[in-house]
């Protein structure tokens, strides 16, 4: 038997509790709960966001011997086929690192690429390969790119809160990420930075170089 959760019963990340159900919906199977917590991990490469919560998990399948098949549908049928690529690639990767799944499938919906992006992704032939040369290089310093702006969009989030409670410039250029406020903001900036292989301790520069992990020139002493 094969459980189906559609679109309208995925909700917002973190809804999911013990009891297997996530606000009026009809009890999940460990596994389905399981494949959504992973899909919850990835991202729009550009909003930075789960891609459960941006409404684009069209519907999670799970049968019972451990196959699992997610539907995918972006926003746009126009939608940068590098974009896609991305979060269809990473879809699969989170499902299939599933314990219970044995199996994965992940289908994109209703995208003019769709078909070479759906084919790449099921044989692992990677973005260039898959659209036979049309592009330049991988996704791997698209995703770098990514996690950088992210990495700058997640440091100012920090220090316009400090900066409007009276916190000087020079101050700031100082402050660690262990001197700001615990936020979640700051978990996610931390998140950012490891997955750039960057510091995030708490003795961890507040500001710095999102391509080389060093304080901003005049910052350092």
């Known amino acids: 038997m094969t459980e189906v959760v559609p679109a309208a ?20 199977s460990r596994a389905a709960s399981e494949v959504l917590a992973a899909l919850e991990t990835v991202r729009d490469p550009e909003l930075d966001e789960p ?8 519907s999670a399948a799970v049968s019972a011997e ?17 974009f896609a690529f991305l979060m ?13 799944v044995r199996t994965t499938e992940v289908v994109l919906e209703d995208h003019f690429a769709a078909d070479a992006i759906n084919g790449g992704v099921s044989a692992r032939a990677g973005f260039a390969r898959s659209f036979d040369g049309e592009a330049v ?11 950088r702006k992210a990495v700058l969009a997640g440091t100012d989030q920090i220090c316009r809160p400090l900066r409007a409670a009276g916190t000087d410039p020079a101050e700031l250029a100082g402050f660690t990420l262990g001197q700001a406020p615990p936020t979640t903001a700051l978990a996610r900036l931390r998140e950012r930075r490891r997955e750039l292989g960057l510091s995030a301790g708490d003795d961890a520069p507040l500001l710095i170089d999102p391509a080389t992990g060093a304080p901003p020139p005049g910052d350092a002493e």
């Open 9 to 28: 019963m995925l909700g917002p990340p973190g809804r999911v509790d013990g009891s297997g159900r996530s606000g009026g919906s009809p009890p999940r």
């Open 88 to 100: 269809v690639a990473d879809a699969y990767d989170a499902v299939s690192a599933t314990p219970g």
């Open 137 to 147: 290089g991988d996704l791997d310093e698209l995703r770098a790119d990514f996690l």
């Open 66 to 82: 451990g196959d699992a098949q997610v539907r995918l549908r972006l926003p746009t049928y126009f939608c940068a086929p590098n």
């Open 51 to 58: 891609i459960t919560s941006l409404g684009f998990v069209a």
